[in-house]
């Protein structure tokens, strides 16, 4: 199976920035098949898409909450996408997942289409 490994979390002040990063391993198909999303899940919430880029990065999606603030992309020459995530609201603070699927046609948020995820990242925004 696809290993992700998401890397970059910290604990950031309210309003600054972070970017967190996911790098892929073990993959049988070319790193420009998967689409790769970027979930959040705080302590008693549940799971929230946050972005997802298409394979070859030419499509993005975000979520209503971090539209504006957050940008999503990828370096295929080295398997990793990022998330620059920029005023940053103490509501962000959350364990950061990166996912991924196979498809060069289908972009979605919905989680159950992942089949490949990461351990997670801690964010954490103070104020």
């Known amino acids: 199976q696809m290993v992700l490994v998401e890397s970059g979390g910290g604990l950031v002040q309210f309003g600054g920035s972070l970017r967190v990063s996911c790098a892929a391993y073990g993959f049988t198909l070319d790193y420009s098949d998967y689409v790769i999303g970027w979930f959040r899940q705080a302590p008693g919430k549940e799971r929230e898409g946050v972005s997802c880029i298409s394979g070859s990065g030419d499509r993005t999606n975000y979520a209503d909450s971090v539209k504006g603030r957050f940008t999503i992309s990828r370096d295929n020459a080295e398997n990793t996408v990022y998330l620059q995530m920029n005023s940053l609201k103490p509501e962000d603070a959350a364990v950061y997942y990166c996912?991924?699927?196979?498809?060069?046609?289908?972009?979605?948020?919905?989680?159950?289409?992942?089949?490949?995820w990461g351990r997670g990242t801690q964010v954490t925004v103070s104020s």
């Open positions: 996912a991924a699927y196979a498809s060069t046609e289908v972009l979605t948020l919905s989680g159950q289409y992942y089949d490949a």
